[in-house]
């Protein structure tokens, strides 16, 4: 099976502006979930979405937002860029949220606000 | 909240020796998972090893094993024989069951180095 995939890997934004990202998870997993992680702050939780629709949401502004498709591909979107969201994201995907199984991750986006 | 605590921001170890990545974590659930991750250069974050926490017996897989201490909340990884590839950063993580409808928690990191 192909791996968690996402796009794209490298991104350079100015303040302000806003940006998506996209994860691809593995075939047959219905569940996705995103992470930021900086430096300073380590791994953060962002959201979680199965089925299309939002499980869980970790503590970050409305600015970062997420969405779930049918085939279960998700994107997550951040407007008005702070140099502070310099950041690599990270989303795993997991056959079913309901049990606390592994999660798998991609390799990231790396996002640089400047 | 739960917090996870890896104390060695960064390790080496000499190629084919033993090395041992701490991590504590603060709970008051008595059911959850614990996992270490590796995250080598090149950024994918690979599962190496996990605990279910009712599980008394240690969890291995090959060259690595962990020693589970639930009552210290204490859950180390040993890495045997090191080998090259095994330069990464180490995170800790933490999930809470039974229904696992809650974010892994991470712990900061440890980053290993591999002397040859």
């Known amino acids: 099976k192909a791996g968690v995939t996402q796009t794209p890997r490298y991104l350079i934004k100015t303040r302000g502006q806003q940006v998506t990202l996209s994860c691809s998870p593995i075939?047959?997993?219905?569940?996705v979930s995103w992470y930021q992680q900086t430096p300073g702050q380590g791994l953060q939780f962002l959201f979680e979405?199965?089925?299309?629709?939002?499980?869980n949401k970790g503590n970050f502004p409305g600015r970062f937002s997420g969405r779930q498709f049918s085939n279960s591909r998700s994107e997550m979107n951040v407007s008005t860029l702070e140099l502070g969201d310099s950041a690599l994201y990270l989303c795993?995907?997991?056959?079913?949220?309901?049990?606390?199984?592994?999660?798998?991750f991609g390799p990231g986006t790396r996002l640089t606000v400047t | 909240a739960q917090t996870v605590t890896q104390s060695q921001p960064e390790m080496s170890v000499q190629e084919a020796e033993t090395v041992t990545l701490s991590c504590t974590y603060d709970?008051?659930?008595?059911?959850?998972?614990l996992f270490w991750y590796k995250q080598p250069p090149s950024r994918q974050m690979i599962l190496v090893i996990r605990?279910?926490?009712?599980?008394?017996q240690n969890a291995t897989e090959n060259r690595f094993s962990v020693n589970f201490q639930k009552a210290a909340k204490s859950f180390s990884l040993k890495i045997s024989d090191s080998q090259l590839g095994d330069a990464a950063m180490y995170f800790c993580?933490?999930?809470?069951?039974?229904?696992?409808?809650?974010?892994?928690?991470f712990g900061k990191g440890t980053r290993l180095s591999v002397i040859a």
């Open positions: 605990q279910e926490a009712y599980k008394q």
């Open positions: 709970t008051s659930e008595s059911d959850y998972y």
């Open positions: 979405y199965f089925s299309e629709t939002q499980r």
């Open positions: 075939s047959g997993h219905r569940s």
């Open positions: 993580a933490y999930r809470t069951l039974p229904s696992g409808n809650t974010p892994l928690v």
């Open positions: 795993a995907s997991r056959h079913d949220p309901n049990r606390a199984e592994e999660q798998y």
